[in-house]
């Protein structure tokens, strides 16, 4: 997930969510820089072992993106040999239009993340453009919530899986995902330190989520979809351990 990078750019000295996001925006916005930074991106995500990304909006944010953007994108992407899973984007009525097109163009069908407004008001636009929003839980505390929300948008949206925000929010992970069922569409796999805010990623085992029981009701509910290892630290750069963790994963899938 290029979102595990938020902090990258402010030198890994981050002050909030709000902080990295912000600061990652103003590096990557610059058509002139771009090439340059997105392709670093890519090179150390593809050396660590991934073969796809879940694509985060502050690397390619639909206020800023252009279709010079875009074919950057495309080129480092088959440079390097890397497959979108999500376009990662929070969407509303100002940006669903262009959110579509982004995430077609970087070959995916699939937005995966929150939404403002409401569900019915961004259907008619995600049916035009054959993009389905799998809506990523933040601040859905159930998962009869985020069903809700899936219902209204009538056939356009389905369930991005956050086990982090699941155990934030004090709902067993494994749980929710039994009881979204059909409904997932994707999965982010994170651990997180404590109930409650602030919401502190960790590794794998470090925190209160059991990603293997995850891992496992996925199975059970015959998910065969894209597995997402994120890890979004503030203070230190996550790529030694986001490798253990696909590693890790990659044992329990064998």
Request: charged share 25%; with cysteine; glycine share 10%.
């Given at each position: 997930m290029t979102a595990n990078y938020v902090a990258r750019e402010t030198g890994f000295a981050m002050r909030g969510w709000?902080?990295?996001?912000?600061?990652?925006?103003?590096?990557?916005?610059?058509?002139?820089t771009y090439g340059e930074r997105f392709d670093a991106l890519l090179r150390d995500i593809r050396a660590l072992g991934f073969d796809a990304i879940d694509l985060w909006g502050?690397?390619?944010n639909p206020e800023w993106a252009t279709d010079e953007h875009v074919a950057v994108v495309r080129d480092a992407l088959e440079r390097r040999g890397l497959e979108v899973a999500t376009y990662a984007v929070w969407v509303d009525k100002s940006n669903i239009v262009r959110s579509c097109e982004l995430a077609q163009a970087v070959g995916t069908k699939t937005i995966g993340g929150g939404l403002s407004g409401e569900p019915a008001e961004l259907a008619p636009v995600l049916r035009e453009h054959s993009v389905t929003l799998a809506i990523e839980n933040h601040p859905e505390r159930t998962p009869s919530e985020v069903l809700a929300k899936i219902e209204a948008g009538a056939g356009t949206m389905a369930?991005?899986?956050?086990?982090?925000?699941?155990?934030?929010?004090?709902?067993?992970?494994?749980?929710?995902?039994?009881?979204?069922?059909?409904?997932?569409?994707?999965?982010?796999?994170?651990?997180?330190?404590?109930?409650?805010?602030?919401?502190?990623?960790?590794?794998?085992?470090?925190?209160?989520?059991?990603?293997?029981?995850?891992?496992?009701a996925l199975q059970r509910i015959g998910y065969s979809g894209s597995l997402t290892v994120e890890h979004e630290p503030e203070h230190h750069d996550p790529s030694h351990e986001t490798r253990a963790m696909r590693t890790q994963l990659e044992g329990w899938l064998r």
């Amino acid at each position: 997930m290029t979102a595990n990078y938020v902090a990258r750019e402010t030198g890994f000295a981050m002050r909030g969510w709000g902080h990295g996001d912000r600061t990652t925006n103003e590096a990557f916005a610059p058509l002139e820089t771009y090439g340059e930074r997105f392709d670093a991106l890519l090179r150390d995500i593809r050396a660590l072992g991934f073969d796809a990304i879940d694509l985060w909006g502050a690397h390619l944010n639909p206020e800023w993106a252009t279709d010079e953007h875009v074919a950057v994108v495309r080129d480092a992407l088959e440079r390097r040999g890397l497959e979108v899973a999500t376009y990662a984007v929070w969407v509303d009525k100002s940006n669903i239009v262009r959110s579509c097109e982004l995430a077609q163009a970087v070959g995916t069908k699939t937005i995966g993340g929150g939404l403002s407004g409401e569900p019915a008001e961004l259907a008619p636009v995600l049916r035009e453009h054959s993009v389905t929003l799998a809506i990523e839980n933040h601040p859905e505390r159930t998962p009869s919530e985020v069903l809700a929300k899936i219902e209204a948008g009538a056939g356009t949206m389905a369930a991005t899986v956050d086990t982090g925000w699941w155990a934030t929010q004090g709902y067993d992970p494994a749980r929710a995902i039994e009881e979204l069922g059909v409904h997932v569409r994707h999965v982010h796999l994170k651990d997180v330190l404590h109930e409650g805010e602030p919401h502190e990623t960790c590794a794998w085992g470090k925190g209160i989520v059991d990603v293997e029981a995850c891992v496992r009701a996925l199975q059970r509910i015959g998910y065969s979809g894209s597995l997402t290892v994120e890890h979004e630290p503030e203070h230190h750069d996550p790529s030694h351990e986001t490798r253990a963790m696909r590693t890790q994963l990659e044992g329990w899938l064998r």
